[in-house]
């Protein structure tokens, strides 16, 4: 299936985090049977990463650690 693939939109259960913020800067997730789906929630018909299941975990457990975190200037 491609980012593109009208059912990765229709036939996915798409969750977004209750503490994201209405600026859009957030993202959606989804899983199915080939990994992890993500994508920008302000942009629900463009492009999505997908992760396998361990390299998600990786991400989140950096995510975790603050290797993502933007430091203000």
């Known amino acids: 299936m491609s980012s593109t693939d009208p059912d ?3 036939a ?3 969750r977004k985090s209750r503490h994201s913020m209405s600026n859009g800067n957030c993202v959606a997730t989804a899983a199915d049977s080939n990994g992890i789906m993500v994508r920008e929630s302000a942009n629900w018909t463009g492009g ?4 396998s ?3 998600w975990q990786v991400v ?10 933007v430091m203000p200037e």
């Open 53 to 55: 299941v361990r390299a």
């Open 8 to 10: 990765v939109w229709s």
């Open 12 to 14: 996915t259960a798409w």
């Open 60 to 69: 989140l457990a950096q995510a975790k650690e603050g290797k993502f975190d």
């Open 48 to 51: 999505m990463l997908r992760y």
